[in-house]
């Protein structure tokens, strides 16, 4: 164990009775209340477990029950007892923590022996090997001295130990091998020398330029990653920041070159989705997580962020199993107030993070939001890895980002049964407290990876006293008791309360808040506030809330406190009228809609109804229960309402309900309705066709604006929008404003269309708009153009696909003969020929004299093809030609089969 006095010095405390070997990891005490109820195989596995760290031979740590510590005489009397009967010699007694004894085994006996012989004895509480620490953990890299992020001895002029304390959590782990950490940035210099070792591969691609996908995860090739943004296999950096990023999570530790990452060894996955210029879409970024997803990533690194939000990445972000970091953003804001994606979204698995200086202060640059932020990390002037086998300091969140997914990452090397959930809020609560981010990040506090190693708690930790409260019974219109509710901060960080504190569902307006000292206050560890709440029921009945108290305690970010009581009417009518209001909706003209209305006494004392006034036309009253009736308590009356429209129009009317209710003497009912000839949607287009006449083969057309309306009179729902017909490839769509949109009548939305010809001749197609208009589920816009061959290559196959039916397995199908066709106007070169798709080795090529030829206009080449089925059930792949065609680089002839 390491006990920090000052940076670039070290003091070691040897605590022999804990001590365990970096290498082999921590390895906790023995129960013997468990153990001697484990099997004899469990035993020896457990003695394994114990004795794989290095270790000193013919020594043992024991601790006696506490029953027999406390009392001196007694341990000496038991201990003596027990060590005796295998000739065991006691070294050391350590007086601070009682019954726990070094002792010294006889040469004839093995360490295996002794220790089964004390895990069997009930005195004895644990036993554990005299474990050999290694001190010296800095690495040899050549530019230690330069990260003062993860050892901070004032070298920049900052502040000692305003650091992650990386060296001290190197004691106990530098990383795992096993651990996958996915960087989603600009992509990777894998081939970088304090990067190379470190870099994540995919087993499941057994060749890496087969062209084949072995693994079928989608991604042909990807033995090392993804380029989203090119959609290659070669996720290669082309920006630096990416790389800069990767070296501060696992820039290979202690091999004398350069930089070491937070983690000495860990498998960094690249997975490019931003280009050159640091910029990239959103969806690449989703599918880049979702490659991380099922990829088997442990931590998900994002040091980017910026446009509006997305449900769609943040769905990506919830259905992850890793741990997801994301930098908080450098505009220098509060979160709060103006969110920052994706580190705003609420997932359970994310962790945002704002950058700190060396002083321990908040980088000026850096957002912040003591809601919407969780953590601070170094980010001001950071040395790391770029490019080309090169160093240099960036500062950023983006670079704060990677020193938490490094964390994270050794987190899960030490312990690797922790779940994504369980890593995020041991980082989280174990964060240095300082006065900087105060208020600012959820957690007050910055990055500790030796505290998240160990579990040393440094959050806050909200209670309530009393935790809830019933007020009994009350009259309706009085007041209850003042209840005083004291708010305390029982953990190790200042609590920061937020601004709003506020009654919640179901019954709020039952309640009332006042005399609060709690909302926006900063309590400091031990202190507390109050606030006062009462019950001040309006109606009768067990009415319910909950006092709802925001702060920023990792574990509890939103308090309730239940309130309840009981109103008890006072002897007064009470008018209740259900539903309080009208709504016909839409009727048709000349037609009729009706609607009752009951009345009910929900107070004591009778209730003595007036006469019920009637509504302006086209509204009427048909029956009437309740005019001049009294009704007893819990008794009820109707009234029904009638709306005829003798026009189209919108109308509005009211219904006055006089009674001797104290409290509502007169009840106004709001009565509105639509009258309308035609209750359809009705869809329209304009222009309701086109043809783009000619356009040269590979290039585009002018633009051709489509307006969809809706002309009749309910709300046009608009579904799907899609090209189809004989040629859809042969023209797009961009700008559609329509897809999934409602049309209230009268209005419309627009898209765009263009003819982008890739082959010579006529084209057609639709564009097929799906909607609720009954008369027309389905339009379609016809769409026409004529494509004008350039003077190219034009690669085509003879037939375009085959089915060989159903063959027996282990026999061979009959062979089909495929010609392909130069059509074009100049040489087609012909590359490779191979089968792919999801069961390429069910079929055979042979007799192929394409691959490799070069074809003049008008001349053919063929090749055969054969199912050879080796499984039953249908099977599918594609015969690949690879070519010059410009419009055709990669023909694909269809093949199925069905074994049986």
């Known amino acids: 164990m390491i006990m920090k006095k000052n940076k670039g010095s070290y003091s070691y405390l040897f605590l022999i009775a804990l001590v365990f070997s970096a290498a082999a990891g921590l390895v906790f005490p023995v129960n013997i209340a468990v153990a001697g109820n484990i099997s004899s195989a469990d035993t020896v596995s457990m003695i394994d477990s114990l004795l794989s760290a290095e270790h000193i031979e013919g020594e043992l740590i024991v601790k006696f029950r506490n029953d027999i510590a406390m009392d001196s005489a007694l341990l000496a009397d038991v201990s003596e007892q027990v060590h005796s009967r295998i000739g065991s010699v006691i070294e050391k007694e350590f007086g601070k923590l009682k019954g726990l004894q070094q002792v010294k085994v006889p040469g004839n006996v093995s360490l295996r022996q002794a220790l089964k012989y004390y895990l069997a004895n009930p005195q004895v509480e644990y036993v554990e090997p005299n474990y050999i620490v290694h001190a010296d953990l800095l690495p040899n890299d050549t530019s230690f001295s330069q990260l003062w992020g993860l050892n901070n001895t004032g070298q920049t002029g900052g502040t000692n130990d305003a650091d992650i304390d990386a060296p001290e959590a190197w004691d106990l782990t530098t990383g795992s091998g096993s651990v996958v950490i996915a960087v989603v940035d600009t992509g990777v210099d894998y081939n970088h020398t304090d990067l190379n070792s470190n870099i994540w591969t995919n087993t499941g691609e057994t060749n890496c330029s087969d062209g084949i996908d072995n693994d079928a995860n989608g991604y042909v090739d990807d033995c090392r990653g993804w380029d989203f943004a090119n959609n290659d296999n070669n996720p290669m950096d082309d920006n630096n920041h990416g790389t800069h990023v990767s070296g501060t999570i696992a820039a290979e530790g202690n091999n004398a070159n350069g930089v070491t990452g937070v983690n000495w060894t860990a498998s960094i996955m690249p997975l490019k989705f931003l280009d050159a210029n640091g910029s990239g879409s959103t969806a690449n970024a989703i599918s880049a997580i979702l490659y991380a997803n099922a990829n088997g990533a442990d931590v998900i690194s994002n040091s980017w962020g910026g446009g509006g939000y997305s449900q769609a990445l943040k769905d990506a972000i919830d259905a992850s199993p890793a741990v997801v970091v994301c930098a908080a953003g450098n505009d220098g804001t509060n979160n709060d107030s103006i969110a920052h994606y994706p580190s705003n979204y609420t997932s359970v698995n994310l962790i945002s993070v704002a950058a700190t200086t060396d002083t321990d202060g908040l980088a000026s640059f850096s957002n912040y939001g003591v809601t919407s932020v969780d953590?601070?990390?170094?980010?001001?002037?950071?040395?790391?890895?770029?490019?080309?086998?090169?160093?240099?300091?960036?500062?950023?969140?983006?670079?704060?980002?990677?020193?938490?997914?490094?964390?994270?990452?050794?987190?899960?090397?030490?312990?690797?049964?922790?779940?994504?959930?369980?890593?995020?809020?041991?980082?989280?609560?174990?964060?240095?407290?300082?006065?900087?981010?105060?208020?600012?990040?959820?957690?007050?506090?910055?990055?500790?990876?030796?505290?998240?190693?160990?579990?040393?708690?440094?959050?806050?930790?909200?209670?309530?006293?009393?935790?809830?409260?019933?007020?009994?019974?009350?009259?309706?219109?009085?007041?209850?008791?003042?209840?005083?509710?004291?708010?305390?901060?029982?953990?190790?960080?200042?609590?920061?309360?937020?601004?709003?504190?506020?009654?919640?569902?179901?019954?709020?307006?039952?309640?009332?808040?006042?005399?609060?000292?709690?909302?926006?206050?900063?309590?400091?560890?031990?202190?507390?506030?109050?606030?006062?709440?009462?019950?001040?029921?309006?109606?009768?009945?067990?009415?319910?809330?909950?006092?709802?108290?925001?702060?920023?305690?990792?574990?509890?970010?939103k308090l309730y406190i239940a309130l309840t009581g009981t109103g008890v009417q006072v002897q007064d009518p009470d008018i209740s009228v259900t539903p309080s209001s009208v709504d016909f909706g839409y009727v048709t003209v000349g037609n009729s809609s009706d609607q009752i209305v009951t009345v009910e006494n929900v107070g004591v004392n009778d209730l003595i109804i007036g006469s019920v006034t009637l509504p302006l036309s086209p509204f009427s009253i048909t029956a009437d229960n309740c005019s001049g009736l009294t009704l007893v308590s819990s008794a009820t009356c109707t009234i029904t309402y009638r709306f005829s429209p003798a026009s189209e129009a919108t109308f509005v009317s009211s219904s006055n309900i006089p009674s001797n209710d104290p409290d509502t003497p007169d009840f106004t009912v709001s009565l509105t309705g639509v009258g309308i000839t035609v209750v359809e949607p009705d869809i329209s287009a304009s222009p309701a066709n086109r043809d783009f006449g000619t356009v040269d083969v590979g290039s585009v057309s002018a633009v051709q604006v489509f307006t969809i309306s809706n002309t009749g009179a309910l709300d046009l729902v608009l579904r799907k929008v899609y090209l189809t017909g004989p040629n859809p490839y042969q023209f797009s769509l961009q700008n559609d404003t329509c897809a999934g949109a409602t049309l209230i009548p009268g209005a419309s939305c627009t898209m765009e269309a263009q003819y982008v010809p890739t082959k010579a001749g006529t084209m057609y197609a639709d564009i097929a708009i799906g909607s609720n208009d009954p008369d027309t589920p389905k339009l379609y816009i016809a769409l026409t153009g004529t494509g004008v061959q350039v003077q190219g290559p034009d690669i085509s196959a003879t037939p375009v696909s085959k089915d060989f039916g159903i063959v027996a397995v282990g026999s061979v199908s009959v062979v089909q003969v495929f010609t392909i066709s130069n059509t074009g106007a100049s040489n087609l070169v012909i590359g490779g020929v191979y089968l792919t798709g999801p069961n390429p080795y069910q079929f055979s090529l042979q007799n192929d004299t394409c691959g490799g030829t070069t074809l003049i206009p008008g001349a053919s080449c063929t090749m055969e093809a054969q199912y050879v089925p080796t499984k039953t059930g249908l099977m599918y792949a594609k015969i690949g030609i690879d070519s010059n065609d410009p419009d055709t680089p990669h023909l694909y002839v269809d093949l199925n089969g069905t074994g049986q």
Not at 523 to 537: F, N, R
């Open 375 to 557: 953590i601070g990390a170094p980010g001001v002037s950071i040395y790391s890895t770029v490019r080309n086998n090169g160093y240099a300091s960036y500062s950023g969140t983006s670079m704060a980002t990677p020193h938490v997914s490094g964390v994270a990452g050794l987190v899960k090397a030490l312990n690797p049964a922790f779940s994504n959930l369980e890593i995020r809020s041991r980082v989280l609560n174990t964060a240095d407290p300082i006065n900087s981010l105060s208020g600012k990040v959820a957690t007050g506090g910055r990055l500790n990876a030796y505290n998240a190693l160990t579990g040393v708690v440094t959050a806050p930790d909200i209670s309530a006293t009393p935790p809830n409260k019933d007020f009994g019974t009350a009259t309706v219109g009085s007041v209850s008791a003042v209840q005083v509710f004291t708010i305390s901060n029982d953990g190790t960080s200042d609590l920061v309360i937020g601004n709003n504190i506020y009654l919640t569902a179901p019954n709020p307006y039952q309640f009332s808040l006042q005399n609060d000292t709690c909302a926006g206050a900063t309590l400091i560890p031990g202190a507390s506030c109050t606030m006062e709440a009462q019950y001040v029921p309006t109606k009768t009945g067990t009415m319910y809330s909950d006092i709802a108290i925001g702060s920023n305690d990792p574990d509890t970010p």
